[in-house]
């Protein structure tokens, strides 16, 4: 079988860590698909990620043909039908959201370009990297200009979705695997809107089987959305492995498609579905069929609570794609 | 179905960061098992293996029935069908193999008695912390002494397998994938015996695709041998997702048994097969029925340069062995 070419930036950080060998382990492309890998890093980080590689092979991944590893965004990205840009500009002390979609904006611009240039044209990336849903907007217009279409760009919600999905799970005292169909609207910020109004727990509606309001718009909403930092408080590090976890869910499922009757929640140019802005980068239930492509779930009816929290949560992109306008 | 009780000590730390995910993913019992995690830590490291299950809870795996933290063996170990031996005592400065070996004795003691008396009787516990395969032994003798047998305690040694694998690869410029049966004889140490001379390549003998001898005795040996100390130079770190991804193999192998025709390496009870003293645990060349049962293949040749090798890493066992002899 012809091998596919995966690329992943800030490969030699925590996420990349534990993404690799998860790559090579076949749960993205499946058991039989030889994968060569190119691993793409900033020139200081060039030497670690060499240790990154080695333990890499030191796995003996049976699927894995070829290692890259380079600086140059080109190469990187060369021939790529996957990319995950995990690498991003952390927010340093003082920042604001708003500089941070500024120092992160001249990286998604240059990425976006050379993933134009020098990727497969089915080529399908997710942003890891945060502001993730702004970083994948400023990807998509730069690569527009290349000549490729926003639809190769996702950014990743699918954290937040299995931060859902496990915390109604813990409250019903069920398996996560039992649990289907939540939603995260919007956002990958606090402004999120998780919404359990067409989730099922054990084939029953979530909201039933919970029976609590108050704590679905309550608590619910707020330890999902406000999660990354109690990871950090008691691992006094971000969150690696959940999400290089929710990173591979999000592509197999791009890539391999949604099960029968079940959606993602991914992060997607709007088409002005459920009222959201067009153009902007934004979290919706989505199916997709396994050919590579993905439809927002249309049809869906929600309370006036979820429209609510979405106005502002749209409203929150709005400003950010305005914080960036000129690099659009 | 029925879950099965997988417990894991030094579940905080960085081998069990990367591990869990995948037990709880269907990696070591499949993906339609059930598992209920149970992790064991010492005091301190409880608030910091909080943060470690927070985050493997929001994978939202779908296998996951429980997960149990703890710092009291008898409740980590309870019911366990597999156990991952993690945590052990690191070296400290100033420390020879003796004094870590002395230090780390009695932790496997009082696990070996506690995995005797509240484990399944058909439990399989792999000690993956070193020094490995002395601290297999006295776990396995301080089991016998409250009536479970000593094949329920097994060694790591396939993470050597497996850099021994990569390197003749590499060396051949083929997929891991392609290369079978090398085999580890002896310790988890750099007098470890990497041995090619029943290993295949794409179905050919190793030593006739590669044709360079000096090189397979030489840096190839040494290049295996030595690779913790290397991945620790580059990565100033000590290997965690290599480790992790050859204890998952380690133990799936034992499960669900060897591929026929292949066979992993294991450090096991030497029943003195290849002329190894008795009642060390040492590794061998081993295939697995998928029973849970495991057999030392017979019968293969081994040249004099091998023999001479073998002795001089059982050498170095019987005396771990004597150094810990009041212990056992």
New interface residues.
């Given amino acids: 079988m012809k091998p596919v070419v995966v690329s992943v930036t800030g490969a030699a950080g925590n996420i990349g860590?534990?993404l690799?060998?998860?790559i090579t382990?076949g749960?993205v492309f499946g058991p039989d698909t030889?994968v060569i890998l190119k691993l793409v890093e900033i020139e200081p980080a060039l030497?670690?990620l060499?240790?990154?590689a080695?333990?890499?092979?030191?796995?003996?991944?049976?699927?894995?043909?070829d290692v890259v590893c380079t600086a140059d965004l080109e190469e990187g990205f060369g021939d790529a039908d996957a990319v995950f840009l995990v690498g991003a500009r952390p927010r340093g002390p003082g920042m604001e959201r708003a500089d941070l979609l500024r120092a992160n904006g001249p990286i998604f611009t240059g990425q976006g370009e050379a993933i134009a240039k020098a990727a497969k044209k089915s080529v399908k990336a997710v942003v890891v990297g945060n502001p993730a849903n702004t970083n994948c907007l400023i990807a998509q217009e730069s690569a527009a200009k290349h000549g490729l279409g926003p639809e190769a760009f996702t950014a990743m919600t699918r954290?937040d979705?299995?931060?859902a999905?496990?915390q109604l799970?813990?409250k019903a005292g069920a398996?996560?695997?039992v649990?289907n169909n939540v939603i995260i609207w919007g956002n990958h910020s606090p402004t999120m809107v998780p919404d359990t109004e067409h989730a099922t727990i054990g084939c029953q509606p979530a909201g039933k089987v919970i029976g609590d309001d108050a704590w679905l718009q309550g608590d619910f909403r707020k330890t999902v959305s406000t999660?990354g930092k109690?990871?950090i408080d008691?691992?006094?590090k971000s969150?690696?492995?959940?999400a290089a976890?929710?990173a591979l869910e999000h592509m197999s499922l791009w890539v391999r498609g949604t099960p029968a009757g079940n959606w993602t929640s991914m992060a997607v140019r709007s088409d002005g579905s459920y009222g959201a802005p067009e153009g902007i980068v934004t979290s919706f239930p989505c199916v997709c069929s396994g050919d590579g492509s993905y439809e927002i779930v249309q049809g869906l009816e929600t309370s006036a609570w979820v429209k609510e929290q979405q106005q502002a949560t749209w409203d929150e992109l709005l400003k950010e794609r305005e914080a960036v306008q000129d690099l659009l």
Same sequence: chains 1, 2.
């Fill in positions: 860590y534990a690799l060998p998860r382990n749960d030889p030497k670690a060499e240790g990154t080695m333990e890499l092979y030191d796995c003996a991944p049976p699927l894995l043909h954290l979705h299995n931060r999905t496990s799970a813990a398996r996560p695997g649990v999660r109690a990871i008691a691992r006094g969150s690696a492995k959940s976890h929710a």
